[in-house]
């Protein structure tokens, strides 16, 4: 039963361009959602969050938005850079102190 | 503060061997969380503790994995006895507030 699901495994990107990653949940009891970034060899980094109570959280080339009654969130990176580069994995949490469930991933290449 | 430290980074054992993952979180985190990496579920959680006490292990796949958490600084996972589809990379986390930082993870390989 996966509660969070990350369809696109991967994506593939120009730089300079927007990269897109999507993400959907399925338990409404979720009320946080985290972005995480991973590279080879590495643990997973947090990236970005957003709290059920607001739709959009942005953080320099990286914005966050959150439609709760479609329980969907994208993650938008713009410009992107060959850094960037690496897999991005979708997180939710049904309160504090609840677990994290994680999504499978999308590997995002972006070219130059 | 030196993050999360898991240990060993990499592991090859043969089938039916012991194999003891081991993870230092964070000084002051109250949460700690086991995952396993693999392709085709992502980063699937096997088992949480907080304040060293677990509190749900339904992600552990079967009765030869299990969890300790002895004391606020450490943890060990232990696959007994191992097998070739347990071959995966193992991350601990460990939480306090809304985020969770990670370890390097364990690559293990079961031959």
């Known amino acids: 039963d996966q509660q969070v699901k990350q369809n696109s495994p991967s994506l593939s990107v120009q730089e300079g361009r927007i990269s897109i990653l999507n993400c959907d949940y399925t338990n409404s009891m979720f009320d946080y959602f985290l972005w995480y970034k991973k590279y080879p060899a590495e643990g997973p980094t947090f990236l970005i969050s957003?709290?059920?109570?607001?739709d959009k959280n942005e953080d320099g080339r990286f914005t966050v938005f959150l439609n709760k009654s479609a329980k969907h969130l994208s993650l938008h990176i713009v410009p992107s850079q060959p850094g960037d580069s690496a897999v991005y994995f979708c997180a939710a949490s049904a309160k504090y102190g609840n677990k994290l469930v994680f999504g499978a991933g999308t590997i995002l290449r972006v070219k130059s | 503060d030196a993050g999360v430290i898991q240990s060993p980074r990499h592991e090859v054992t043969e089938m039916g061997q012991e194999v003891t993952l081991r993870c230092k979180p964070i000084s002051g985190h109250d949460y700690l969380f086991w995952y396993r990496q693999t392709m085709m579920r992502g980063l699937e959680l096997l088992i949480y503790?907080?304040?060293?006490?677990?509190i749900d292990d339904s992600g552990m796949p079967e009765d030869r994995f299990s969890a300790k958490m002895p004391n606020a600084s450490f943890s060990t996972l232990k696959i007994q006895p191992s097998e070739p589809r347990d071959s995966a990379v193992y991350f601990c986390a460990s939480r306090w507030g809304l985020g969770a930082f990670f370890g390097q993870g364990t690559r293990l390989t079961v031959v």
């Open positions: 957003i709290s059920s109570i607001k």
């Open positions: 503790f907080n304040n060293n006490v677990p």
